[in-house]
């Protein structure tokens, strides 16, 4: 069987380790990434009885297997910002999907923070060859200078120099997302290099019990599962390139995901189902002691993704920059393990939302700063995905079961606690339960401290971050700007959006109070809060028509929201500011049929060429008001 060939030649690379002579300087180890996408830890080593990974079984078996690593965030190029600079994307201002929303190369990228790049040029300064075979998807501006090389054939084998040190990142996109939406012709055709033994039996696979057991779904994890095979194949090849270039023993080899796997409730969510990754690091013998690597080992400790590049820099013999959030943690006299890592989650593609969340080594806790949206907002891409598609026929035909239940919510909690041991599929959510006070209380504490240190940049929203952005340099540095005329604004900012997520009549006065704010952001949130409102006074009425001609358009968005105001929100939605049109397209589609007016202004943002995120807004909203099924890419 060709997969058992697969780690027999692995097996022989590993052991003729020690007779191979290496190019390069023997006091400076090359790196290699291999990473893929969309894929949680559903490996045979990580105790997937059906996942079928010879190689990186391995692997795994020689290096290092890390048990509790998760991204910072659950989605691809929030992560990636976050991982090349070591740095939250909330910190950075990069943590909303695709910045700018155009998904192209002209999105409004933030810039990075003066004094920050990525741990890529650290490396290239160092002497290191680095390329990068070919994603790079980092959700900033990028600097000159990351690569030596970039592009599908880029490889350490494009170095002049054969004896100079290289860092090299290999990336299988074929686990992707995207990879979901093909036929099942083309699926076959893709894995026609698989053998008998390595397909999958979709009848033997129980699908997790956030996901329905139906065919259709167990059809779609056995075709998750054959990418992640051909991945094993990948891998196998990179491997074979060292050995076959006499690098294997001064080369490092790391394995990891970009966050959890591509279907309904695992990415983009803080769930473990959409954090937790497979993450191996293998080191040659004459490595293992100064990374203080133990073959056939599996460490525990809480990792998270803003730890790899300072994880690799050390590895690399340079000093950790001091701007860097995350820590190395494999070489001698690391930082000790953490008790805590925080993900956060904002804008994914489309549809506004921000969630934190904070896990330690049995529970985590996830906050959501706007729990008065529903969990699964309709996202034009999501929606494409088989199982998604399933889900959605399950709900019309009536299914109340578990498995659909998080689809069905039109409200989300302010907060849930779960026990990832007892229930590593995050389902019973134990924040209400009084035997859970104290941890419940334990985690509030943390993730307030957490945001209190971290500045949050989320707290502006969007459009005004961007704004406020050009005007201070980097997104980074907004919040230093504004505390340096208003000592305390973050603070106060701090506590109006979590008062404001489930109002109560007695915060009327402070609302309204707050509305008149000299700061845009400070009055859009009020607005909100104050549209929240399950009852209006006279009062409350008076400051929406007041903000109904704020020079903000987020604040004129949400009064007109709350108002019913129609030609304010369409005045928005032909906004230069395509960050203003995304807000002002959900806004709309949230109105429900009391936006059927605005059906010609709709279909005008459907034919939107510049910003497929606000075609897509407005595609949803139609397909509602006009009982139509049409998709838009």
Not at 112 to 139: H, I, Q
Not at 405 to 410: A, G, H, I, N, P
Not at 580 to 586: E, F, G, L, N
Request: aromatic letters at 8%.
């Amino acid at each position: 069987m060709f997969g058992l060939n697969r780690v027999f030649v692995f097996m022989g690379a590993m052991v003729l380790l020690l007779g191979t002579v290496s190019n390069a300087d023997p006091e400076r180890p090359n790196i290699v990434w291999i990473s893929t996408e969309d894929i949680g830890p559903h490996i045979g080593c990580y105790g997937d009885p059906t996942s079928i990974t010879p190689t990186l079984d391995t692997l795994a078996e020689r290096g290092v297997r890390f048990s509790a690593t998760h991204t910072v965030t659950p989605v691809c190029a929030t992560n990636r910002s976050s991982m090349m600079a070591g740095m939250y994307a909330s910190t950075l201002g990069s943590q909303h999907m695709r910045s700018g929303g155009k998904g192209n190369s002209n999105t409004l990228f933030p810039d990075l923070p003066k004094g920050v790049k990525p741990f890529t040029m650290y490396l290239r300064d160092a002497g290191y060859f680095c390329s990068n075979s070919v994603k790079e998807d980092f959700n900033f501006a990028k600097p000159e200078g990351v690569w030596d090389t970039l592009g599908a054939k880029a490889h350490w084998r494009g170095r002049e120099d054969k004896e100079q040190p290289f860092f090299s990142v290999f990336n299988f996109t074929a686990t992707h997302e995207s990879y979901a939406h093909i036929s099942g012709k083309d699926h076959e055709a893709r894995v026609a290099q698989l053998t008998a033994e390595e397909r999958q039996d979709p009848d033997k696979i129980s699908p997790p019990p956030y996901h329905p057991n139906t065919p259709e779904v167990r059809l779609w994890w056995a075709r998750y599962l054959e990418n992640i095979t051909l991945m094993d194949h990948f891998i196998a090849d990179r491997l074979k390139e060292l050995e076959e270039d006499g690098l294997s023993e001064n080369t490092i080899v790391v394995y990891w995901s970009d966050h959890g796997a591509g279907m309904p409730r695992n990415k983009r969510w803080l769930h473990d189902s959409g954090t937790l990754i497979p993450h191996v690091i293998y080191a040659p013998e004459k490595w293992q002691g100064k990374l203080n690597i133990t073959p056939g080992t599996v460490d525990d400790r809480l990792i998270t993704s803003i730890d790899f590049a300072p994880n690799t820099l050390q590895m690399a013999g340079l000093e950790i920059p001091g701007h860097m959030q995350g820590q190395a943690f494999t070489m001698k006299g690391a930082p000790e393990a953490r008790t805590y890592i925080h993900g956060i989650r904002d804008r994914m593609d489309e549809r506004l939302d921000m969630i934190r969340s904070v896990r330690d080594e049995r529970y985590k806790y996830i906050r959501y700063y706007m729990p008065y949206k529903p969990f699964e907002q309709n996202l034009g891409y999501a929606e494409r995905h088989g199982i998604k598609r399933e889900i959605r026929r399950l709900i019309a035909e009536g299914d109340t079961s578990q498995a659909t239940e998080f689809w069905r919510l039109k409200a989300k909690p302010l907060e849930q606690l779960f026990d990832c041991e007892a229930d590593p599929h995050n389902m019973v959510n134990l924040a209400a339960d009084p035997k859970h006070k104290e941890t419940l209380e334990r985690f509030r504490a943390e993730h307030q401290q957490w945001m209190m240190e971290n500045k949050d940049t989320s707290l502006i929203p969007e459009p005004e971050l961007h704004r406020l952005g050009l005007k201070y340099g980097s997104r980074n540095a907004v919040w230093d700007a504004l505390e340096k005329e208003n000592p305390g604004l973050y603070n106060e900012t701090l506590e109006l959006i979590q008062r404001i997520g489930q109002p109560a009549v007695n915060d009327v006065d402070y609302l309204i109070s707050k509305a008149k704010s000299m700061h845009a952001h400070v009055r859009y949130w009020s607005t909100v809060g104050l549209g929240l409102l399950k009852e209006r006074n006279k009062d409350v009425n008076e400051q929406f028509k007041s903000a109904l001609k704020d020079e903000c358009p987020e604040v004129r968005i949400a009064a007109a929201q709350a108002l019913g105001a129609l030609d304010v929100l369409k005045d928005a939605l032909e906004s230069d500011e395509e960050l203003v049109r995304i807000v002002a397209a959900q806004a709309i589609d949230e109105l429900d049929e009391k936006a059927e007016a605005l059906v010609p202004a709709l279909e005008a943002a459907r034919a939107d060429k510049n910003n497929k995120y606000v075609s897509r807004i407005a595609n949803q909203a139609l397909n509602e008001l006009q009982g139509t099924n049409i998709v838009v890419r």
